[in-house]
T-cell receptor, first 117, second 110 residues
Framework: GAVVSQHPSRVICKSGTSVKIECRSL??????MFWYRQFPKQSLMLMAT?????????EQGVEKDKFLINHASLTLSTLTVTSAHPEDSSFYIC?????????????FGSGTQLSVL | DAKTTQPNSMESNEEEPVHLPCNHS???????IHWYRQLPSQGPEYVIH???SNVNNRMASLAIAEDRKSSTLILHRATLRDAAVYYC???????????FGKGTHLIIQP
């Protein structure tokens, strides 16, 4: 089946530094990818929709200057958490949408656990 | 997005069938019913989806009510590896991401 690879799986960083998370669709071209954030014991919250070759669309309350999204190719989207602070510690998950079909299933990465010290 | 309602948690025994209910009384005619599950510390995994007719795949079955206002995910023979949070999600035909509710935490007893 289709695979979405997310890297790194876990990262620990110091407060004030930036962290980049990569999301790759390995066997299909994804014009649209999604980024989610999940706090402990809570559900996934959509942060932004990433479209290849254009600016990402952010959900209300998500700071676009803090969470930089780049979708430069049909198989790669990146999320950069800039000037990370402890409150940014969370589980970040990407998802990729196959190019065809209505109501199609989405494929998810395995997630990145970010811990900001 | 139309809202879904699921029980917070359910418990079942290993090797027994599990029926996970979902209510979606405000579903629109073009909404697909999707089920995903999330194992601990992992990203969600697709389970099954359908529109009007019941659906079967190697993981599960999806029974959709005739009025489409509810559906049931059926795991025919639960194993310990099926312990996860199961999300019932409505999705239209557009390019939007999925809106996750709280899901049902399925506990499997050995």
């Amino acid at each position: 089946g289709a695979v979405v690879s997310q890297h790194p799986s876990r990262v620990i960083c110091k407060s004030g530094t930036s962290v980049k998370i990569e999301c790759r669709s390995l066997d299909f071209q994804a014009t649209t990818m999604f980024w989610y954030r999940q706090f402990p014991k809570q559900s996934l919250m959509l942060m932004a929709t990433s479209n290849e070759g254009s600016k990402a669309t952010y959900e209300q309350g998500v700071e676009k200057d803090k969470f930089l999204i780049n979708h430069a190719s049909l198989t790669l989207s990146t999320l950069t958490v800039t000037s990370a602070h402890p409150e940014d510690s969370s589980f970040y998950i990407c998802s990729a949408k196959p190019p065809t079909g209505l109501g199609e299933k989405l494929f998810f990465g395995s997630g990145t656990q970010l811990s900001v010290l | 997005d139309a809202k879904t309602t699921q029980p917070n948690s359910m418990e079942s025994n290993e090797e027994e069938p599990v029926h996970l209910p979902c209510n979606h009384s405000t579903i629109s005619g073009t909404d697909y019913i999707h089920w995903y599950r999330q194992l601990p510390s992992q990203g969600p995994e697709y389970v099954i989806h359908g529109l009007t007719s019941n659906v079967n795949n190697r993981m599960a079955s999806l029974a959709i009510a005739e009025d489409r206002k509810s559906s049931t995910l059926i795991l025919h023979r639960a194993t310990l590896r099926d312990a996860a949070v199961y999300y019932c999600i409505l999705r239209g035909g557009g390019a939007d991401g999925l809106t996750f509710g709280k899901g049902t935490h399925l506990i499997i007893q050995p």
